[in-house]
């Protein structure tokens, strides 16, 4: 049986939204093992000139290393060798706005969306 795979497909200029299992340990606020960011590598570069919004999240509330994106934005662009952009909201006007005004090749990661109840 054939299947489809991303190869198939035309990204130029879609907004993609990517759901990431980037959840690393962190120690004093920093990225301590970046692995799993760095396996998603691959399936962005394939995204390239789409304009690609992740989304993703960070241990559970209540947890020491339950954070905000920002530093996994940060690890991400210097991986990537290119700016991902850390927007400090999930669905509120600030990432529609954010997600509204992308251009081509552009990155975006929103908040933690366990941040959010439900």
Sequence with gaps: MDFLTIDDFNFDGKTVLFRVDI???????KIADDTR?????ETINA?????IVLLAHQSRPGNKDFTTMEEHAKVMGNI???NVKYINDL???????????ME?????MLENVRFYDD
């Design 104 to 108: 081509k090749d552009e990155i975006i």
């Design 47 to 51: 995204l390239s000139n789409a304009k």
């Design 37 to 41: 960011i760095r396996r998603c590598v």
């Design 23 to 29: 959840n690393s340990p962190v120690k004093d606020g």
């Design 91 to 101: 669905f509120g006007e600030k990432a529609v706005n954010a997600i509204r005004n």
């Design 80 to 82: 990537l060798g290119k």
